[in-house]
């Protein structure tokens, strides 16, 4: 069980990310579930809306066998909010929810591919056939915290046979070792069984498993023969067509393992009245916020760095070291220009070691010290000065040894420091690969025998790690670890007691240190008794980096390993080790997270201990990629930090620094990295990652219910901070999200409720102290049934019934031409409309769906939504509330209901708003108009919208619409 997952939602600290299932926060804006009082009889949940949101697809099948499958609303305490999902009702009983579907081009990103609306809006033909995934916390929220691998009936496939989709093939799996979801398909993760249509199979990996090399076979890595994309194809012998409608995809109809259009359904089998919703203390329940950790998309670049000065190999790569003095980052390795852009737009020749501002990224021309040879080691001394490390031997035109203090301003030496270094092993070269400041000493590791400095005029010997006096440069005759080999990597610890070592070396003196070693600080550098078992032979036993934490040191290393020890007894505490990539090459840690970098791509298999197999006993896979980041206090990955980069030679990440800002700084060979809107960018020797927002908002003021003939109408006053949305909580649950600072719904009989704010990050305010509506009708009746999922009847009730709520799906267009005629009328056919939730726009907070255009951008976007009436006789009124951002037509049945901010007149598509607010003060001033019963008919009835802009690179457009109803006594 991952107990994480399993808090419950309210009353405690609630730590699963919902990442990419935040955007139904505002989806569901407006939105109320149907919730019985305390005192009546509960009701069986159909989905409908989410009024009426079940926990489960199979929740609705089991209380609604009648109905077809199509998008129905779920929730569970581990969601937000209720959203709406794609439900087969149908195969092997129903209640399966689709959680991906695609066919080439699949990814392992934690954060899925695309929005839950473009997975269940389109869920299968060519239109489907570039893949959309659900967010990995967004599926393990519909899990409600179940581990994927103990689910009853696996994970489902649904698999194209043939070109033209007219034939399919059942696929069941079930896996180990998956306690929470994962999109790392391609991983080495177990498959423990399942079957192809009837033929059962056992074992295989989810990497690829099956019983043959034809159809009865899933491959999911990636291979240059198919372009490297990835999917759930079939064996080597299948084959399949290169065209843009063929459901079984090849790049040549020769390669083999082609990639079939595919669709992936879980059943989880949860119901509402056994998920565990908790009800909240009166009191309230306490702010959320996310673990500060860095975004996983890359900050814009500024400046960076490229060319090789000197040297080629893994060894030599651009950047290898970074230190922060004030307001200076300096970035050092084996660079050759610093340039602005792949352009080459204000190239300079500064090679080995520069200068660039903390806040702005921007090069720091006045700093340009010279020097010969590369810089591998950068600290900063108590007094502000720089002192570099490497395999120079002149700087700025003076000779001088590997070693040397530079101020921080010019980049000239400081007077009066000077350390001289050897290496008399025969062809031995001098490099400092290392160097670190602790209690008035400059310790530093490299490939040396012999050192002089200060007032020490004959040399000292120190082989491969010394300590020199901070002051002067003095070595320190009494302190001599004497290691066999080179040393990479040292670390002082908190305490000062002892130094830590990572390296090439097997001893120090007579000794026994294997690859790492933990070093007293005392006269004589006696070592620890550290076992340091690596994890795989003698080839793989170098170490790299090495870093105390707390009450544990990370090591990283060969082959491809990441392990934590405690620091009393030097026992492992926890293991990771990455396939397919290689080794560990730097360890950092900021604010509590530990940042491993390495030339790995592809997985982490946290638990893991041995390469080249990691075996069938790691705790879990996730994608890794250069850089991963680790809890410092537990040990875990932490799998919302998932950047994408890409290196020059494949030699991946080698420095690492976060600076005052909390902004991570990552350098190597790199040249690209992916933002955070999924832009590839160029990114010279290294990347910047700004802190993810981790601060919650501050709590709504002024909460008060009123109630007035069977309304309960909410209000507050807006937030600090930066709330996206506010949550309305009803009893135990989420059942509403706005923008706005007020709410209005039928009472329930004398309903709790409570309002937070809510943040696009995923950070949530405490809640406001509990509030009473009023109690609602003598007996509340059930949802009713719809005909057809995501249109439901308008249950039979006395009080204003809401028809259309904020934050509902709306077929929409966003065109340069003009709309068809008659498109706002009840006939219209707008089949070959997009679909999107509210509110629909750009430029805004707390979208649900954002538009886009190629080219000119329109002056005006058309919209759509129906709703079904019982009987229109009974209707004695309907308010529609909207906005005007900028201008706003609003159309019933076919005639114009309300216009604001827009001309009077004939109106075209091309016509201009009147003026151009804001989307704050759109909101601040909303649209509302009251329309007779008469307006309205029984069966469909239609509301058509029109947006337009005041000029067309308007920064900010919003649509959204709700509509009640009230029916006549």
């Known amino acids: 069980m991952n107990n994480r997952l399993r808090q ?76 709406q999902f794609y439900c087969d009702q149908t195969t092997d009983g129903g209640g399966w929810v689709l959680v991906g579907r695609g066919r080439e081009g699949w990814k392992e990103l934690y954060e899925g591919r695309g929005t839950p609306a473009q997975v269940r809006s389109t869920v299968t033909g060519t239109g489907a056939f570039s893949p959309r995934q659900l967010s990995a916390p967004l599926i393990d929220g519909l899990l409600n915290g179940q581990a994927p691998d103990q689910l009853e009936d696996g994970i489902r496939l649904r698999r194209a046979l043939d070109t033209a989709g007219s034939t399919w093939q059942e696929t069941r799996y079930r896996t180990a070792n998956q306690p929470r979801w994962t999109w790392a398909i391609g991983s080495a993760t177990p498959v423990v069984s399942g079957s192809f249509d009837s033929t059962a199979f056992s074992g295989g990996l989810t990497s690829s498993f099956g019983t043959n090399q034809t159809f009865n076979r899933v491959v999911t890595t990636e291979a240059q023969a198919q372009g490297w994309t990835q999917g759930f194809a079939y ?77 080629t190999g893994e060894l030599n790569t651009e950047v290898q070291a970074f230190a922060q003095i004030g307001n200076v980052v300096y970035v050092a390795g084996n660079f050759r220009y610093v340039q602005k852009d792949a352009a080459v737009t204000g190239r300079a020749d500064q ?34 000065t720089l002192a570099i490390g490497g395999t120079f031997t002149t700087l700025n035109g003076a000779a001088t040894g590997p070693v040397a203090v530079l101020n921080p301003d010019t980049g000239t030496a400081v007077a009066g420091w000077r350390v001289g270094v050897e290496n008399r092993v025969t062809g031995g070269a001098v490099q400092i690969r290392t160097l670190e400041v602790r209690d008035g000493w400059l310790y530093l590791g490299g490939a040396f025998t012999h050192l002089t400095g200060g007032t020490a005029t004959s040399p000292v010997y120190a082989r491969n790690a010394a300590r020199v006096a901070v002051a002067d440069g003095k070595p320190d005759s009494g302190w001599n670890p004497a290691f066999n ?49 690596p994890s795989s032979g003698e080839r793989a036993g170098y170490q790299q980096g090495i870093k105390e934490v707390g009450n544990r040191v990370w090591v990283g290393g060969a082959e491809h390993s990441l392990f934590s020890f405690d ?26 997270i530990v940042y491993g970098s390495c030339h790995c791509g592809h997985w982490n298999y946290s638990g893991a201990s041995t390469w080249p197999s990691v075996g069938r006993n790691f705790a879990r896979a996730d994608k890794i990629n250069l850089v991963g980041a680790w809890n410092a206090g537990t040990g875990e990955y932490i799998p919302e930090f998932n950047p994408v980069m890409k290196g020059r030679a494949g030699y991946g990440v080698w420095a690492a620094l976060v600076d005052s800002r909390g902004v991570l700084w990552a350098g190597g060979d790199l040249v690209s990295s992916s933002t955070s809107g999924g832009t590839s960018q160029w990114s010279g020797g290294y990347a910047r990652f700004l802190p993810a927002d981790s601060a919650a908002p501050e709590v709504p003021g002024g909460f008060a219910v009123a109630s007035s003939a069977g309304t309960d109408t909410l ?190 007149g004939t109106l075209t598509h091309n016509s201009y708003a009147l003026t151009a607010p804001s989307t704050a003060v759109a909101l601040a001033a909303p649209v509302v108009v009251t329309l007779p019963g008469s307006a309205f008919v029984t069966g469909t009835n239609v509301v058509s919208v029109e947006v337009h802009s005041n000029y ?18």
């Open 567 to 592: 620091t009393a007894t030097l026992t492992r505490q926890s293991s990771n080790i990455t396939l397919e990539g290689g080794d560990f090459q730097d360890v950092t840690e900021a604010n509590g």
């Open 952 to 969: 067309r690179s308007t920064p900010s457009s919003s649509f959204d619409l709700s509509a009640v109803m009230s029916l006549r006594n």
């Open 235 to 311: 064996g080597s012998q299948a084959r399949g067509v290169n065209s843009a409608d063929s459901y079984v995809w090849s790049s040549t109809a020769t390669a083999g393992n082609p990639r079939p259009f595919t669709q992936m359904y879980l059943r989880p089998k949860i119901t509402q009245a056994t998920a565990g919703f908790t009800p909240l203390p009166d009191a309230g329940a306490p702010a959320y916020a996310q673990q500060a950790r860095p975004e996983t998309g890359a900050a814009a670049t500024a400046w960076g760095v490229t060319g090789l000065a000197s040297g």
């Open 8 to 83: 419950p939602r309210f009353g405690q600290r609630r730590s699963l990310r919902l990442g990419a299932a935040l955007a139904a926060l505002v989806v569901a804006a407006g939105l109320t579930t149907a919730l019985p009082a305390a005192t009546s009889e509960p009701v069986a949940p159909n989905g409908s809306s989410a009024d009426a949101a079940a926990a489960s697809c199979w929740e609705i099948k089991q209380g609604h066998p009648a109905l077809p499958s199509g998008v129905y609303w779920l929730l569970t305490p581990a969601m937000a909010a209720p959203e």
């Open 485 to 533: 080999g080179t040393v990479v990597d040292v670390d002082p610890s908190a305490d000062g007691q002892r130094l830590y070592a990572a390296g090439y070396f097997t001893a120090s003196n007579a000794a026994t240190t294997y690859r790492a070693a933990a070093l007293s600080t005392a006269p004589g550098a006696v070592p620890a008794e550290w076992n340091f078992v």
């Open 351 to 384: 090679p080995y070691l520069a200068g660039f501002d903390v806040a702005t990224g921007e090069w720091i021309s006045t700093f340009q010290p010279k020097l010969n040879g590369q810089v591998k080691a950068l600290s900063v001394l108590p007094n502000g």
């Open 715 to 904: 209000t507050w006053s807006a937030a600090a901070g930066t709330p996206a949305s506010y949550q309305v909580l009803r009893n135990d649950r989420v059942i509403a999200s706005t923008t706005a600072t007020s709410f209005s719904l039928p009472a329930t009989g004398a309903a709790r409720y409570f309002v937070r704010a809510a943040d696009a990050a995923g950070n949530y305010s405490a809640t406001t102290a509990v509030k009473t509506g009023g109690p609602g009708p003598s007996v509340p009746s059930a949802p009713s049934v719809p005909t057809a999922p995501g249109t439901p009847d308008v249950p039979e009730n006395p009080a204003a019934q809401t028809v259309i709520a904020a934050g509902s799906a709306w077929k929409y267009r966003f065109s340069t031409d003009a709309p068809p005629a008659g498109w706002t009328g009840t006939g219209f056919a707008d089949a070959d409309w997009s679909a999107g939730n509210a509110p629909l726009g750009w430029g805004s907070t707390g979208l649900g769906t954002t538009l886009t255009a190629e080219g000119t951008k329109p002056l005006s976007s058309h919209y759509r939504r129906s709703f079904q009436i019982a009987d229109a006789a009974k209707v004695d009124s309907v308010t529609l509330t909207t906005r005007a951002d900028d201008g706003v037509v609003v159309y019933v049945n076919g005639k114009e209901a309300a216009r604001s901010n827009m001309p009077a």
